[in-house]
């Protein structure tokens, strides 16, 4: 069950109207009027980026999870058919190669 409580900022509180309207008439003043669409169109390009960022992460563990476990027995199983082939490869030492 997946509940959704209200972000709050622990050292701001709670936003309401008053505020709001208070920081966008700050923003307004210190970057003037033609400059705001620009900051809040990369603000939201910004935003919209790192929400696509989080689902393909997201995505990227579910598809993870949802694979099947590998056995520790097939390692096992590897391992003992590489060291008989590696055995098979190694000759005594009382065998010399003789060229062809």
């Given amino acids: 069950m997946i509940t959704h409580t209200p972000t709050t900022l622990a050292f701001i509180g709670n936003f309401g109207g008053g505020e709001i309207i208070l920081?966008?008439?700050i923003v307004l003043l210190l970057f003037g009027a033609k400059k705001v669409p620009?900051?809040?169109?990369?603000?939201?390009?910004?935003?919209?980026?790192?929400?696509?960022?989080?689902?393909?992460w997201e995505q990227d563990i579910q598809d993870v999870m949802s694979q099947?476990?590998?056995?520790?027995h097939d390692f096992d199983q590897k391992s003992s058919k590489e060291e008989d082939s590696d055995k098979e490869k190694v000759k005594p030492e009382g065998e010399k190669q003789t060229a062809g």
């Fill in 23 to 25: 920081i966008f008439l």
């Fill in 38 to 56: 620009e900051l809040f169109r990369s603000l939201g390009k910004g935003v919209n980026e790192f929400r696509k960022a989080k689902n393909e």
């Fill in 68 to 72: 099947e476990p590998l056995e520790d």
